[in-house]
């Protein structure tokens, strides 16, 4: 029996579902997950994540499909990403079995709360590990939580499908060698006061270039681009700053594979935008947001999609990739992973 929600109203925010997975990571081993009630966590005054920012995460969807089955999309690659992340804040990876398994048993104990197919909402996943013991001097925390959450979410944007229009900012994302390309929480921390900003001045995003030279096209605060060229190809920016999206690369291959289009994953000179046709955001939370508009300091680059509706090609990959989440589209072998 599904929850008596709203579905269809639904915006991208955190609600509390009945249950969430915890593991703790103390004197070098994680502890068996447990299904738990309670949200709220309970943590030392002096906790790594509360000093030091030493917390990473991830996000990944849970579908009902057309014939009533609960799957995940390719959450191998989450697994995968997260072990990268925690590696890089020097946090204790949790093995793809554990994360698997969690994903399973939060997304079963949590049933009723996956929107029905046809909804337009889905069940938004959300594991973190984030240090729990204190520490005072710089250091990584001697202890950690393994901690996964869902919510029902809408879209992520306002409007939904609608093309939006985002600024080109004038802070950074991500430094060349620094942690853009990882899920750290505070690369998104760095980006609030940016995100404000924009959203005051009446943006839905910031574009960030690169660091280095703010010439090559990086990415948005929570999604990658994607641009279609005027004679149909997709073209991917490439760097090593920006979050290797799970959803970008499943496009790729959708776009190559499956609708034979051409594709390029290749540095984006930002003075090549204006020529593109189409401009996507992709991410999970995203899907694929149209952009319309991105605002340069008042000079407008209109894309000829308009800010009506999607182009036609980045259309034609939105209705394949939803198409294989709900199960109505056959994807590349691997890629759907049913909860039982
Ligand atoms: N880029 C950033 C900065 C993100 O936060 C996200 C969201 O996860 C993405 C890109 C898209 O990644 P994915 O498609 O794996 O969700
Ligand atoms: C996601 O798409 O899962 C993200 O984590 C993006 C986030 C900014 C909501």
Request: proline share 6%; charged share 25%; net charge negative.
């Amino acid at each position: 029996m599904a929850k008596d929600i709203d579905w269809g109203s639904l915006g991208f925010q955190y609600t509390a579902a009945d249950y969430r997975v915890v593991s703790k990571y103390k004197d070098g081993k994680w502890s068996d997950l447990e299904l738990t009630t309670d949200s709220t966590v309970h943590i030392s005054e002096c906790a790594g994540v509360l000093q030091y920012a030493q917390t990473v995460f991830e996000g990944l969807k849970a579908y009902r499909t057309a014939d009533g089955k609960i799957v995940t999309f390719r959450p191998d690659l989450n697994a995968q990403r997260l072990k990268d992340s925690a590696e890089r804040l020097a946090i204790p990876a949790v093995p793809e079995e554990m994360f698997l398994e969690a994903l399973d048993m939060l997304v079963k104990a949590n049933e009723e709360y996956v929107p029905p197919y046809g909804s337009g909402a889905t069940l938004y996943v959300r594991p973190y590990i984030y240090g729990s013991g204190p520490v005072i001097g710089v250091a990584p925390a001697p202890e950690y939580e393994f901690r996964m959450i869902c919510m029902p979410v809408g879209p992520y944007f306002k409007g939904g499908a609608k093309p939006i229009v985002i600024k080109v900012s004038d802070y950074d994302r991500a430094a060349p060698h620094g942690t853009g390309n990882i899920k750290a929480g505070l690369n998104y921390a760095m980006s609030l006061f940016a995100g404000e900003q924009a959203h005051a001045e009446g943006f839905s995003e910031n574009m960030y270039l690169d660091a280095a030279t703010r010439t090559y096209v990086e990415e948005t605060g929570g999604a990658n681009f994607l641009f279609i060229t005027k004679d149909g190809k997709v073209v991917t920016p490439k760097s090593n700053s920006i979050l290797p999206s799970i959803t970008r690369r499943s496009l790729m291959i959708v776009a190559k594979d499956i609708l034979g289009l051409e594709t390029e994953e290749r540095p984006v000179p930002f003075e090549e935008v204006p020529e593109f046709a189409e401009c996507g955001l992709c991410g999970t939370a995203a899907v694929i947001s149209p952009v319309g508009k991105i605002n340069d300091h008042g000079k407008e680059i209109c894309f000829p999609s308009g800010m009506e509706e999607m182009g036609p090609t980045i259309k034609k990959l939105y209705d394949t990739l939803t198409g294989i989440q709900m199960g109505t589209v056959e994807g590349p072998e691997g890629w759907i992973r049913e909860i039982k």
